[in-house]
């Protein structure tokens, strides 16, 4: 039982252009979600994050939507550039719960120069 | 970058041998975390600490057992190592336990 989806295993994009990666969860009880990038032989490493309460949080290039109703966050990267090249993970936990994070699957996104 | 190392950082091992893997912090944070990587299952949590001494199962702890005796360390045991954890193991840390967590550079089993 996968408790948070990400549907898309990669995903291509032209250098300049805009990346959307999507993720999906299905736990209620989720109220903050995070968005890592890993490369190769590496850690993973945090990006961005967005509290329930919000519905956007932007930091630079990046900004994350979280759609509550729909159980749905994205993050979109404007604009793309070759060195975003990586393994996305998006992930859920909650304020008040077991303080543990659940990952996706992760979205290998390409940037084509 | 938070102070966090994880040893060995390669390891081959042979089926049915013990082998544990070390996670230690600097930051003092409260909580830690392990998980291991594969193709296909991204990262799964297979145990984490929420203090010293207390501890708690993720969702692939099968064959694994931690131990947390200093805030700083979280020890990693594979009882009897099998093919199947193979993997990459992923050590993080995060002082609230909900916002961003913070992972070492990971460790790549092999059980041969």
């Known amino acids: 039982d996968q408790q948070v989806k990400q549907n898309s295993p990669s995903l291509s994009v032209q250098e300049g252009r805009i990346s959307i990666l999507n993720c999906d969860y299905t736990?209620?009880?989720?109220?903050?979600f995070l968005w890592y990038k890993k490369y190769p032989a590496e850690g993973p490493t945090f990006l961005i994050s967005?509290?329930?309460?919000?519905d956007k949080n932007e930091d630079g290039r990046f900004t994350v939507f979280l759609n509550k109703s729909a159980k749905h966050l994205s993050l979109h990267i404007v604009p793309s550039q070759p060195g975003d090249s990586a393994v996305y993970f998006c992930a859920a936990s909650s304020r008040t719960g077991t303080y543990k994070y659940i990952f996706g699957t992760g979205t290998r996104l390409k940037v084509l120069a | 970058d938070a102070g966090i190392t994880q040893s060995p950082r390669h390891k081959v091992t042979e089926t049915g041998t013990p082998v544990t893997l070390r996670c230690h912090q600097t930051?003092?944070?409260?909580?830690m975390y392990w998980y291991r990587q594969d193709p296909g299952h991204g990262l799964r949590l297979i145990h984490y600490s929420y203090g010293v001494k207390d501890t708690d199962k993720g969702e692939v702890s099968d064959g694994y057992s931690v131990s947390r005796s200093k805030t700083e360390d979280f020890l990693l045991t594979l009882e009897s190592a099998t093919s199947s954890q193979t993997s990459v193991y992923f050590c993080a840390i995060s002082e609230k336990g909900y916002t961003e967590a913070f992972f070492g550079q990971g460790t790549r089993l092999t059980v041969v």
């Open positions: 736990n209620s009880m989720f109220d903050y």
């Open positions: 930051e003092n944070h409260r909580y």
């Open positions: 967005i509290s329930s309460i919000k």
